[in-house]
């Protein structure tokens, strides 16, 4: 069974391809475009990923997808409302990539061939998955702290075998992520590319 994980529209685009629950390839599209933290629909990353296993997208049995993009759409749609008129340059110019890419990820990837399901995973849920399903522990607690997912910036849970319980979060905008990027644009470094500069 293979199992074709994506990740783009944000920050450091990428593919990651899995034969029977081991990953078996993967790539950031940054390394095939050379453009530093690509954040497009990762094609060549997806391209690479395929071929390195000689197979085509309609022989990848289900596509996973980072986060769940109407949630996080939701909760952006919510802020800029809450922030008017302050908000309103930013939300002209985030809503051309939601409109136009960000929530059609199910449309380019059916464009790819692809005719299977798509699974949307809550953003916290794959940061968990990403760490615990490829460690050597069958038993673990995990904990998950970021910027923001869709409403998730901090979670917890425990990993038992194959299966991840999340049993609890803090939430949006209560964010250490968040804080520690605005700390990083303080210093005049760049958000999301230069936080392990200020990590000493």
């Known amino acids: 069974?293979?199992?074709?994980?994506?990740?783009?529209?944000?920050?450091?685009?990428?593919?990651?391809?899995l034969k029977d629950g081991v990953v078996v390839a993967a790539a950031e599209e940054e390394r095939f475009t050379r453009k530093k933290h690509d954040t497009s629909f990762p094609l060549n990353a997806i391209t690479y990923c395929l071929k390195s296993q000689r197979i085509t997208m309609g022989q990848v049995d289900a596509v996973g997808f980072y986060e769940k993009p109407f949630?996080?759409?939701?909760?952006?749609?919510?802020?800029?409302?809450?922030?008017?008129?302050?908000?309103l340059k930013t939300f002209v110019s985030a809503m051309p990539s939601w409109i136009h890419e960000k929530l059609h990820i199910r449309k380019s990837i059916k464009k790819?061939?692809?005719?299977?399901?798509?699974?949307?995973?809550?953003?916290?849920?794959?940061?968990?998955?990403?760490?615990?399903?490829?460690?050597?522990?069958?038993?673990?607690?995990?904990?998950?702290?970021?910027?923001?997912?869709?409403?998730?910036?901090?979670?917890?849970?425990?990993?038992?075998?194959k299966e991840i319980q999340l049993l609890g979060e803090i939430r949006f905008p209560h964010?250490?992520?968040?804080?520690y990027s605005t700390i990083t644009a303080y210093l005049g470094f760049t958000v999301n590319n230069a936080e392990y500069k200020v990590m000493g």
């Open 1 to 17: 069974m293979y199992i074709l994980g994506i990740s783009c529209y944000y920050h450091d685009a990428s593919a990651a391809l």
């Open 71 to 87: 949630l996080k759409f939701e909760r952006l749609l919510g802020q800029h409302v809450q922030m008017f008129p302050k908000s």
């Open 112 to 161: 790819l061939g692809y005719e299977g399901e798509v699974y949307f995973i809550e953003h916290h849920l794959a940061h968990a998955a990403a760490s615990f399903l490829v460690s050597p522990f069958k038993k673990a607690a995990i904990l998950t702290a970021d910027g923001v997912g869709e409403w998730s910036t901090t979670t917890w849970g425990i990993g038992n075998e």
């Open 175 to 179: 964010s250490l992520g968040l804080l």
